[in-house]
Each structure stands twice: as structure tokens, then as C-alpha cells.
């Protein structure tokens, strides 16, 4: 059945079936290094002949984490794969009894099945078989726990994470904004999701004036002509919470009129990693279906490009909320983009029950610059009060998707202020992000007053929750925005925080 046994541990001394702890001993007995990396053992003992002991390395650090696990498991699977495996059977041994290893099993999973992932263009090109030969992948869960309810979590995680790789990691052509709103709509085919896409240009213009203008340019060409996709999902009995979710799906930026020069374009087909993420979530609600929490998305399916009907530096564009919008930076797209969203999102938030809005988004680069290979989270007022930056900090330790916890601050509303009374925010500086002091955060005090948002802090009359989510930093494994691998953060801990 299995034709292969990947063994995932910190050392090889610790607690292993006899028959593994025989051949690892063997092995390190004539090699200083067995365990400190990937290795393989042939073997007539083990199914197909094959043990592979992955090593994670140290845990008892202070700054350790799960993801020595993910990390460990995602090489061994490979080497399993490389080898010539197809059903793979992964053993997790040696987890520290400390709380931040409490989902080693869990976390490892997923990490086995992300590396496992290929391009969606890949898939398509030299066929799914050829590219992912894995069929299977096991898990040896230990005693006491419910091996059939930690996979089916399991599943429903990476079957959202794999949507939201595909949908982040796909050139631009094969995932314009077009091609993304038909991608969700055959996700979510079957599905308790329902599916709506705006893609009437009139009524774009008319309802989602800031984003149509980033889409201005690209309106000549047919096929890059933007979409505003709609998610609902509502799961079973009272409604208890309400979700509402802007995604950024921009599925390519030339940075616009303010171009993308020297050479820092590369990439950026990756500016919808927002969206995907969001719709990576609503595929795992789809399958875990928890009851009780209503959910609503909006993503901006745009193509920012540039050309003689680029919207440009010093316009004032009228909002969805009524905001006067002075674009001070065309390459500053994304928020443009989402405010609308935020504004439509607001309106139902407003008369829901228990609402929670958030904006999700590979907004800066500050934020990698900031924080690096981590998500940020920022509250206002009210999202503070309900501690939801702070708590998705908690879970996304727990569970390998981690966040940084970043502050809304006075300042970030005076950098943003209008200069006359002619306007009443400005979008953005003339500087990138990463030369801008609070670069990440004074973006989110520009949502706010943007998408109406401003009036529903602690001191509205309907005080709204609002949690900002830049994955500038996180999208992509190692910071390669080009030919790196789409992390499909910040599913898992979103997921895990909310259902």
C-alpha cells in the first residue's frame, strides 16, 4: 500500500518503532551527519524499500517554532518523491511537550503536501501526473488523537491553500482578471460558496469609481478587463458572526504611470495574493462548513497597466464612500482598489451581526522589509478592543502561519491628510514604501478614511471591527517574488482563528 516511510524527527534518538530505530542507529553509527539533513536508507525492511530521515533540527530554542516541522516533513516528502515514490506515509516523532508544538502533526501535514505543489502552468502544460506523480500521502498519528478528523482538517487546509497558490503564483495572461473570476467560479462549482461576478464596465464605473480608475488603462484591451468577484458562504443555524473580506487581486502592476522601472516589474503577477488568499479561505469554509459564522468577500480583479488612458499623479477621484481621493502615487494601486471594495463591504457590516471586516492584501513592500518573511496584522479601535491582531499572532504560531503585530497610530491619519479643500485624503507619497517611515501602516489610515471605515471607530455610532492584513512580506516563500513558491499565507491561521 505504502512505498515509502518518511520519518520526520529532531534527532535520531528519539522514541521510534524498533524496527526504524534499528536502521536509523545503523545509519548513524557509520555517519556523523544522518539526521542532520535529508537522507535515504534502501532497505528490504521498510515498504518499497525506502526510509527517509528528515531531521528538523534543534527545538529547544527560544525563537523555535512548528515550522521546523513543516519545513522537515515539505523535504522529506520531496526526496520520497524524487526517488520514485507514490504513497509516501510520513511518521512525526520527537515533539517537545511545550504548547507551540501542540499541531506538529497537523502543521507537518500541510508542509509534506505544500511542497508537493506545482504550478497551476505546469499542470497544464505537461499534465498533472507528470508534475505531481504523488497520489497519496499518510499520516502515523499518535494514540488518542482522531487521526480521521486531523486529516479531513488537514485536507480542507491545503485544498485552500493550493487554491490560493494557483490563483497568486499564475502569469498574468493565463490568470488576468477575467481568468481569476472563472477560476473561483469553477472552485466553488458544487459548493455551498456562492458566486457572483461584477464585470459590466458601466456599473463598475458607476459603483467602484477608485478601482475603475487603476483598470482605466486596461479597458482597451478586452481580455485584460477587470472583474469584481462576490463569495458567500453561510454556514448552518443562527448567525452568530459575520465576516467580510476585501481581497487584492491585481493580476499585474506596471506600477502604472508612475512605471515600475529598472527591472522592479519582475514579479508582480503576484500582486493578487490578497485574493487568493481570501478565496483559499472560503474554499476551506466550503469544506469544514462551520455552522453559525456568516461570510462575505469582495476581490478586485484588476490589471493595472499603462498607456494613454492611465489615471495619473494629482487626479481627485470620488470614492464609493464619497471620499475625495488625490492620487499622490499611481503605484499605490492596491489600496485604491480595495477602498471601494472596503466601502461596499462596510455598508452590509453595518447592519449585520457581530461583524468583523478585514482587508487582505500583498500591499507593501515595507512590510517585507519591516518584518520579512511574516504577515502583519493591524486593528483599529474596535478590532483592538476584541484583541483579533493579537490572536491571529497566537494561532499562527501554533500553527505555522505567523503573523507580526503592527499599530495604527495618529501620525499614520496626518501623513495621509489632505493638503487642501479640494480633496479629503491622499492616496499615497511619491516614495516607494520601504523609503517611507511607517510605510505599512499609514496605508491602512488611508482605507479607513477612504472606504468610510473612519466613522466606525470607538466613537461611532455603529462601531465596526476592522483588521487590516498586508502580505507583502509573506506571499511568496523566501522573498523571490519572480520564481518563488506562493506561501498561501494567511490562510491557515485565518482559518483556524475564525473557524
Known amino acids: 500500500m505504502y512505498d515509502a516511510v518518511v520519518v520526520v524527527a529532531p534527532s535520531v534518538e528519539v522514541s521510534l518503532p524498533p524496527a526504524i530505530k534499528d536502521l ?15 537522507s535515504l536508507l534502501v532497505t528490504e525492511r521498510m515498504a518499497g524499500g525506502r526510509l527517509i530521515f528528515s531531521g528538523t533540527g534543534l527545538l529547544d530554542g527560544d525563537t523555535d517554532d512548528v515550522r521546523s516541522f513543516a519545513e522537515a516533513a515539505g523535504r522529506g516528502v520531496m526526496r520520497a518523491r524524487d526517488a520514485g515514490a507514490r504513497r509516501p506515509v510520513i511518521l512525526i516523532a520527537g ?16 508542509g509534506a503536501l505544500g511542497a508537493l505543489w506545482e504550478p497551476l502552468e ?8 507528470a508534475v505531481e506523480p504523488i497520489e497519496s ?25 493550493r487554491v490560493a497558490r494557483d490563483i497568486c503564483g499564475t502569469e498574468p495572461e493565463r490568470m488576468s482578471p477575467i481568468q481569476m473570476a472563472t477560476y473561483c467560479e469553477k472552485v466553488f462549482a458544487g459548493t455551498c460558496v456562492r458566486v457572483d461576478v461584477l464585470k459590466v464596465t458601466s456599473q463598475l464605473m458607476k459603483h467602484y469609481p477608485l478601482l475603475m480608475a487603476v483598470a482605466r488603462a486596461s479597458l482597451p484591451v478586452r481580455r485584460h478587463h477587470p472583474r469584481v468577484v462576490r463569495l458567500v458562504y453561510q454556514g448552518d443555524g443562527p448567525v452568530r458572526r459575520s465576516f467580510f473580506f476585501a481581497g487584492k487581486g491585481l493580476s499585474y502592476d506596471t506600477g502604472g504611470a508612475d512605471v515600475k522601472a529598472g527591472g522592479h516589474m519582475a514579479g508582480m503577477s503576484r500582486d493578487k495574493g490578497g485574493a487568493a488568499a481570501v478565496a483559499g479561505l472560503f474554499l476551506a469554509a466550503a469544506h469544514l462548513k462551520p455552522p453559525g459564522i456568516r461570510m462575505v468577500a469582495e476581490l478586485g480583479c484588476v490589471r493595472n497597466s499603462i498607456g494613454a488612458e492611465s489615471f495619473v499623479t494629482d487626479e481627485i477621484i470620488r470614492s464609493h464612500s464619497g471620499c475625495r481621493v488625490r492620487i499622490g502615487n499611481t503605484d499605490a494601486e492596491g489600496r485604491l482598489v480595495m477602498a471601494d471594495l472596503l466601502s461596499h463591504l462596510r455598508l452590509q457590516a453595518s447592519k449585520s451581526t457581530n461583524p468583523h471586516v478585514f482587508s487582505v492584501a500583498t500591499l507593501t513592500g515595507h512590510a517585507g522589509r519591516a518584518v520579512g518573511p511574516y504577515s502583519i496584522a493591524m486593528d483599529n479601535g474596535p478590532a483592538m478592543d476584541g484583541g483579533m491582531a493579537r490572536s491571529l499572532e497566537q494561532v499562527g504560531d501554533l500553527w505555522g502561519d505567523p503573523f507580526a503585530v503592527s499599530r495604527l497610530r495618529r501620525e499614520d491619519f496626518l501623513f495621509v491628510r489632505p493638503r487642501t479643500r479640494a480633496d479629503d485624503v491622499l492616496s499615497c507619497n511619491s516614495a516607494p514604501s520601504t523609503q517611507t517611515p511607517r510605510g ?8 479607513a478614511v477612504a472606504s468610510g471605515l473612519v466613522r466606525h471607530g470607538r466613537a461611532g455610532g455603529v462601531p465596526i471591527p476592522y483588521t487590516h492584513l498586508d502580505i507583502g512580506g509573506s506571499g511568496v516563500v523566501g522573498g523571490d517574488w519572480q520564481h518563488g513558491r506562493p506561501s498561501g499565507a494567511p490562510v491557515v491561521a485565518l482559518a483556524q482563528q475564525l473557524f
Open 137 to 161: 500521502v499518510a499520516l502515523v498519528v499518535p494514540d488518542g488523537i482522531d487521526g480521521a478528523t486531523l486529516c479531513a482538517r488537514v485536507e480542507a487546509l491545503e485544498a485552500a491553500r
Open 24 to 38: 536509523v542507529h545503523q545509519a548513524a553509527a557509520v555517519d556523523r551527519r544522518f539526521g542532520q539533513g535529508v
Open 440 to 447: 505599512h501602516q499609514f496605508p491602512m489610515a488611508f482605507l
Open 122 to 129: 505546469a499542470r497544464e502544460a505537461l499534465g498533472e501526473q
Open 95 to 110: 515533539v517537545p511537550e511545550r504548547a507551540r508544538y501542540a499541531h506538529a502533526h497537523e502543521v507537518g501535514a500541510l
